[in-house]
């Protein structure tokens, strides 16, 4: 049975540090890798679609990479900022289980400027 | 392009009453979901469909919850009745295809709490 795990469960940082958030899922039969951010009483937001023949993802400040060897993924903020306080979470989506996906709990990030 | 529309947002219930809630997915979207997210916690799957048929529901209470994607649409999902376990966030989302390699597009979610 697919299980994702997140760590740290919460994390404060001061603005402007670079860092890193952690995933780990205990099947590599996976299709991809998503990672969201979802704001205090929000819905999913799709920050990173990582296809399981890639290693890697960027976007702007963001970078994660994708390890299924070793069922980890990492989410790393460049320059963090107030506005990237949320909650991210990271979810995969398994072989043959028609497409949805398993989520970890979540790391709620709090950056203080 | 709109996003997946869902309503209430709100809704505050007594236990055993019900309630219903209503997703609209992205147009062209093929494949809907339903997930309920508990406070501290990831979602979690409850029904998928494909078009107007049901792919999984494994994880779906079925002696409460029910849920119906008549014309392949629109979907509705109902409790009833309500425990005070149901309170929680309904996540609905979409996807365009069948495959499992497409992005997925969640709603502002349904918050239910049951008191």
């Known amino acids: 049975k697919q299980e994702v795990t997140q760590i740290p469960a919460a994390l404060s940082v001061p603005e402007g540090e670079n860092l890193v958030l952690n995933c780990s899922f205990t099947?590599?039969?996976?299709?991809?890798l998503q990672w969201f951010r979802q704001d205090p009483g929000k819905g999913l937001t799709s920050l990173l679609l990582?296809?399981?023949?890639?290693r890697e993802q960027t976007s702007g400040r963001l970078n994660a990479s994708l390890d299924k060897s070793s069922g980890r993924s990492t989410l790393y903020i460049a320059a963090s900022q107030p506005g990237d306080s949320a909650t991210y979470l990271c979810a995969v989506s398994p072989y043959n289980q028609g497409g949805k996906l398993i989520f970890g709990q979540g790391t709620e990030l709090s950056v203080k400027p | 392009e709109a996003g997946v529309a869902q309503s209430p947002r709100y809704k505050i219930i007594e236990k055993r009453q019900s309630v219903a809630f209503w997703c609209n997915p992205i147009?062209?979207?093929?494949?809907l979901y339903w997930y309920q997210q508990i406070l501290g916690q990831g979602p979690k799957l409850l029904i998928q469909f494909q078009n107007n048929g049901v792919v999984d529901d494994s994880q779906l209470p079925k002696d409460r919850f029910s849920a119906e994607r008549l014309k392949g649409v629109d979907s509705t999902l109902k409790i009833q009745p309500a425990k005070l376990e149901d309170s929680a966030v309904y996540l609905c989302?979409?996807?365009?295809?069948?495959?499992?390699?497409?992005?997925?597009?969640f709603g502002e979610g349904s918050r239910l709490t049951v008191l």
């Open positions: 989302a979409s996807t365009r295809g069948r495959t499992n390699t497409g992005e997925l597009f």
């Open positions: 990582i296809q399981s023949s890639q």
């Open positions: 099947d590599s039969a996976i299709y991809n």
């Open positions: 147009s062209g979207h093929a494949t």
